[in-house]
């Protein structure tokens, strides 16, 4: 492929449902959209996962768009490129900064399958399969109004829940869930709530029988993670802290984990994902597809790449409805009675952008030329 041209814009699109975690409450979601184009007016895109706000990461809407609009871009503008895997080795130079790049690897790697004709789960070595999908709940004003809200994503099929925890917020809700719906498969994420003070009140979630506990304690605490984890029954799934296949091999060999959540825009894109999925793989770990409140761009991104046979457990890859009406899609990704998502079939994601949406919540465009 010949990249002719990037658009870069930024949309703001209110949230179905404010989402609350241990750092804080969102009502809407900005992003960075990408577009690449080929030579032969091919178009395929992207989705920038950091917010406005640096609080689940060091990157913003902005700093994604300063290093998007001054390093990435220039670094692949008007170059012939046999595959999107080429692109990483383009910005080697650049540090960090993994949401712009996946953002700008993923949009090439969509224009990369649709030239081909093949849909994206394909071009990444995997036959399409129905994807098992649970749901992430965020922390909710009281124990009923939570327990009312997982009442309703059940009925919708979801098979598997998540819920946000942080001190305070811990024991009372899974204990209640227990009560209410018996062993559901249930699992907690503390987005780094947690200090090694804290060890023993998570200690006493062992008796719920957990899927797992997501991102105990900070994100460089790899050791402290390993230290928890020894004197924990349930396994402790590492999402924030696993920033790169070499972190990712650290974390096992130290015993910082059991399970890793794989997100593409935290790991700087599909190469260095698949690699964390194809050691994780080759050691006997099971991963999952994380989520970033992506729209139907990068929802349709996730459920191609949870296609891979490591991805043994349900993701955070729900239906477009409970997030965004409308989403920026069609046709929109909807979850089955039995708790499954169908990757959408067609050429690349298998899904466009609607313009007259994406019109409808952009608050600045450009494009680039070679
Ligand atoms: O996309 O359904 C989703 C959100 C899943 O909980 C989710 N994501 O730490 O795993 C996580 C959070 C990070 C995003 S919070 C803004
Ligand atoms: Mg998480």
Redesign the pocket.
Known sequence: MRIAAVGLSVLRMPLVRA?E?SFGR?AAREFVLVSVEDASGAVGWGECVA?ADP??SAETTTTAWHVLEKYLVPAVLGRSVPAASDLPAMWTRVRGHHMAKAALEMAAWDVDARLRGQPLCERLGAAARPIASG??I?IEGSIPELLDRIALELAAGYRRI?I?IKPGWDRAPVAAIRDRFGDVPLMV?A?AAYTPADAAGLTGLDEFGLMMI??PLDYGDLLRHARLQAGLRTPICL??SITSPDVAADALELGACRII?I?PGRLGGFVASMAVHDLCRAAGVPVWH?????SGIGRAHNLHLSALPGFTLPG???ASR??FVPDLIEPPIDVAPDGTIQIPPGPGLGVEPVPERVAACRMHAVRYHA
């Open positions: 989402f975690t969102m917010d609080f689940y749901v992430s965020g998540k946000k994420d987005n997501e991102q999402d924030e959540n997100k994380g989520g970033m409140l992506e955070d890859v729900a409970r997030y």
